[in-house]
């Protein structure tokens, strides 16, 4: 079964930043996409940042494209996502999942029976 433990949330500034931790237990860790989405209150969990086997072109979704980067660390099993010039829109709790992807068809990044972990929250103030 896969545990999932995200890390790293806190209240910051308009134009602050912020980076995430994720460590999954999963086997094959370098063998999966790996993903994080985000869900602010009274909205559905959308995909922010997905990033592929080979690491080579992540995807992100066009709010967080040139401030946020994902990468992942396969020695200690874990994936990062880096955020800067945040902004108030970006609150919301972050999770982590393996299994996503890009859709064509959505315009948007989902993921294939994700496992959902406690999450993390991130405030962005004005």
């Known amino acids: 079964q896969v545990q999932i433990a995200e890390s790293g949330g806190d209240s910051v500034q308009a134009g602050g930043s912020l980076r995430l931790s994720c460590t999954i237990s999963i086997l094959d860790f370098r063998a999966n996409t790996m993903g994080w989405f985000r869900q602010a209150p009274g909205k559905e969990r ?8 080979s690491e080579r072109d992540p995807s992100y979704t066009d709010a967080v494209k040139g401030r946020f980067t994902i990468s992942r660390h396969a020695l200690n099993r874990t994936l990062v996502l880096q955020m800067n010039n945040l902004k108030p829109d970006d609150t919301a709790m972050y999770y982590c999942t393996p299994r996503c ?6 315009n948007k990044i989902l993921a294939r029976n994700p496992t959902w972990g406690q999450g993390t929250q991130v405030t962005v103030s004005i």
């Open 46 to 53: 959308e995909g922010v940042a997905c990033l592929g086997q």
């Open 101 to 106: 992807y890009f859709s064509p068809n959505h």
